[in-house]
């Protein structure tokens, strides 16, 4: 199997690289590093690749969830291909669904980690390997989209930044959302997340009970809230107790789903692993088993 590391320049503080050299230099693995150029181009590199390489391959994304997210939409209809993750960006949501980036640190265990078949939800044309989400949480990964680079305000200080900037300007959304044909909402609501991993916004337990093995989403819509009432639930979203706590039943819709449909007026923005989309009208689906995912085994 041939092993490409995927690498985004600008995470781990420029070292990255260096690291996975000098861990992967005495190793007999057929392995080597793209460092991509620009945003999209790791697609381009890939997408290049399996159509001329028929032979089995893995790409790991190393960076964050950007990059993750640009590898697993790549890959995706290449059946020689599968995808792991070397985590060296400021988020790193989808590994948390793992137990955390640590467990993927080490390249050589990559390498000969194991694969599982894994969900994707597909939204239009895009796919995301964590979540979709939308409302306060668009807003959010809006805000942090012009944050993330700030020398002061950016890394693991854009995504609270941006909640407290949300906590003012995006209260309030409207939408018309089912869920596997069932109305959830025709008028304002809070925030909506359909997710296949854990964890948005670095610290955000928002799916406690979510599988990526399991063919569904876990879709989570917060009804629209006071800022007083949002003072008391943001504890209990980020620790994932919102699902189990009897005082927030009247404000949390929670389904297990396979098909989302959303309807918005125009301007409407979506969040796919972090990625802002602006997008007013889509259909969002689990499509089970879509890629091969190596995990290390637990030390």
Not at 16 to 41: N, P
Not at 59 to 82: K, L
Not at 159 to 181: C, E, N, Q, W
Request: with cysteine; hydrophobic share 35%; proline share 4%.
């Amino acid at each position: 199997m041939k092993h490409i590391f995927v690498l985004n320049p600008n995470a781990g503080h420029g070292t990255a690289q260096k690291e996975l050299e000098d861990k992967l230099s005495c190793t007999s693995f057929d392995w080597k590093i793209y460092t991509t150029v620009a945003a999209g181009d790791s697609v381009r590199f890939i997408r290049e690749w399996c159509e001329t390489h028929p032979e089995p391959v893995r790409f790991y994304a190393c960076g964050g969830d950007g990059t993750i997210h640009e590898v697993a939409n790549a890959i995706y209809g290449y059946p020689q291909a599968s995808i792991s993750c070397y985590p060296v960006g400021s988020g790193n949501d989808f590994v948390k669904y793992y137990g955390g980036k640590e467990r993927f640190s080490d390249p050589v265990a990559l390498c000969s980690a194991p694969e599982e078949s894994i969900d994707l939800i597909r939204v239009n044309d895009y796919y995301a390997i964590n979540a979709c989400h939308f409302g306060l949480d668009s807003c959010v990964a809006s805000m942090m989209d012009r944050l993330r680079h700030k020398k002061i305000l950016g890394g693991k200080r854009a995504y609270p930044i941006s909640v407290l900037y949300a906590f003012f300007k995006g209260m309030r959304h409207k939408a018309t959302i089912t869920a596997d044909d069932e109305l959830l909402c025709n008028s304002d609501f809070l925030l909506c997340t359909a997710a296949n991993g854990t964890y948005v916004g670095g610290s955000y337990r928002c799916a406690p009970r979510s599988s990526n093995t399991d063919g569904y989403m876990e879709l989570c819509l917060v009804r629209r809230i006071s800022r007083l009432r949002f003072l008391s639930v943001i504890n209990k979203y980020k620790a994932g107790s919102h699902l189990d706590d009897p005082s927030l039943e009247k404000f949390i819709i929670y389904r297990r789903c396979k098909t989302m449909k959303v309807t918005a007026p125009k301007g409407f923005f979506i969040s796919l692993d972090g990625e802002v989309k602006q997008i007013s009208e889509f259909t969002a689906e689990i499509v089970p088993s879509a890629i091969r995912f190596a995990v290390p085994e637990k030390k």
